[in-house]
Nanobody
């Protein structure tokens, strides 16, 4: 089975930074794409960023360049660097994976999520 170990979430003051990690096991990581998503209380789940097996990336436009997705294929791990965090970034952040022909809405394997809380 595909398994996720997500880490790096926590509480930070506005303007701070966090780096989320998502280690995926149980499949051939190099043939899959990874996405980061988030969901705040009372809000719909939102796409944050994706990365494919050629390290091509895609971001939600409203992040204004503050977030960066990357990966280490040798460690089967994807990262989300979050800078200049704002209170509106507070959400549960989820790592997801799917074969690299997936669209943003096609991700079929999901981690349990890690909470990010940004205080003013």
């Amino acid at each position: 089975q595909v398994q996720f170990v997500e880490s790096g979430g926590g509480s930070v003051q506005a303007g701070g930074s966090l780096r989320l990690s998502c280690e995926v096991s149980g499949y051939n990581y190099q043939l899959y794409c990874v996405g980061w998503f988030r969901q705040a209380p009372g809000k719909e789940r939102e796409e944050v960023a994706t990365i494919d097996n050629y390290d091509r990336t895609q971001y939600a436009r409203n992040l204004q360049g503050r977030f960066t997705i990357s990966q280490d294929n040798g460690k089967n791990t994807a990262y989300l660097q979050m800078n200049s965090l704002k209170p509106e970034d507070t959400a549960m952040y989820f790592c997801a994976t799917e074969g690299c022909r997936a669209t943003w809405s096609d991700f079929g394997y999901w981690g349990q999520g890690t909470q990010v809380t940004v205080s003013s």
